[in-house]
């Protein structure tokens, strides 16, 4: 389907929703489309007033969207923790957990833990929540990860000796390719682990091509170029909405736009870089992003994780 668009989004009536960082930008638009087709979104984002303020949004839109706000810090691990067992502890459910969070070329800094912030944020932080929100994937029929990337991948390198960048002098732009590339990495390899136990979990990725969002704020030739080449967030979205609620979107597929170099345009399967394809390295990268944030992550076989129903 070529002109994907939000009429093709089916009614999400019943299902459950956390999008990350939903507070502004793509994650918004994401929570927003999502919430009209009938979802409960839990706007999970650091901002508590940014998602009281998104929230209110769409509540204008729509009085009877089921939305809640949630405090969710990517970048401290101990805040991860704290809203998956609050999540977990009120909720039975989770039909989709979509990971669009994240943090774009800022200065050097630090999460809470000490990791280079966009490694720490874009992939640590988000590999520890799935890995604590599995369970009740697992015990939800249809259950379904998205992993938001970015066409920054293509020029992305891993380094897992210097995965903070302690040792070499610190490049902004290296430094958010490496997170993006790694956001896939974790994509496949979850693939490969929940294809090997049997699981009905899909997880799934995509990327916004050029969209104008407040993630550009400290990347200025981004942002000077923004009304020449990029789309508007509700557009943006659209390639995390397909590969969140396509039926036809298979274990491991990628969206993103249609375009010439996928900068915009309609949904539709995207090129993978050629080293998110690297399988050696998304089992090395899944085995230090335990060791990093000291959350083992297993993937049951399907009969024990019916059997927890």
Not at 74 to 90: I, K, M, P, Q, Y
Not at 105 to 114: A, E, F, L, M
Request: proline content about 5%.
């Amino acid at each position: 389907m070529a002109n994907w668009t939000f009429d093709d989004i089916p009614d999400q009536s019943g299902r459950t929703a956390i999008v990350t960082g939903a507070n502004t930008g793509i994650g918004f638009e994401t929570a927003r489309m999502l919430a009209l087709r009938g979802a409960a979104v839990i706007i999970a984002c650091r901002d508590l007033g940014k998602g009281d303020a998104a929230l209110a949004r769409i509540r204008a839109e729509m009085p009877a969207a089921k939305v809640s706000v949630a405090a969710l810090d990517l970048a401290d691990l101990d805040s991860v923790a704290t809203f998956a067992r609050g999540f977990a502890e009120h909720h039975d459910r989770l039909d989709l957990l979509i990971a669009n969070a994240g943090v774009m070329v800022p200065p050097r800094s630090r999460t809470k833990q000490g990791f280079e912030l966009q490694i720490g944020t874009n992939h640590l932080g988000h590999f520890a929540l799935v890995a604590k929100l599995m369970p009740l994937l697992e015990r939800t029929a249809g259950a379904r990860i998205v992993v938001v990337a970015s066409t920054a991948a293509h020029f992305g390198r891993i380094d897992l000796a210097d995965l903070s960048s302690e040792r070499k002098a610190y490049r902004g732009w290296s430094a958010y390719g490496q997170s993006k590339l790694a956001n896939l990495l974790f994509v496949r390899e979850l693939g490969r682990r929940l294809e090997g136990a049997g699981s009905p979990v899909r997880v799934t990725a995509a990327h916004p091509g050029w969209t104008a969002t407040d993630l550009q704020r400290t990347a200025g030739l981004a942002r000077m170029f923004n009304p020449v080449f990029a789309m508007k967030p509700k557009d943006g979205a659209l390639p995390t909405l397909r590969a969140a609620v396509d039926p036809a979107a298979a274990q491991g597929d990628y969206f993103g736009p249609s375009g010439m170099f996928e900068l915009r345009g309609a949904p539709v399967s995207a090129r993978l870089p050629k080293r998110a394809l690297d399988d050696a390295m998304a089992q090395r990268l899944w085995s230090i992003s335990e060791t990093l944030t000291g959350v083992p992550f297993a993937v049951q076989p399907r009969e024990r994780a019916r059997a927890a129903i």
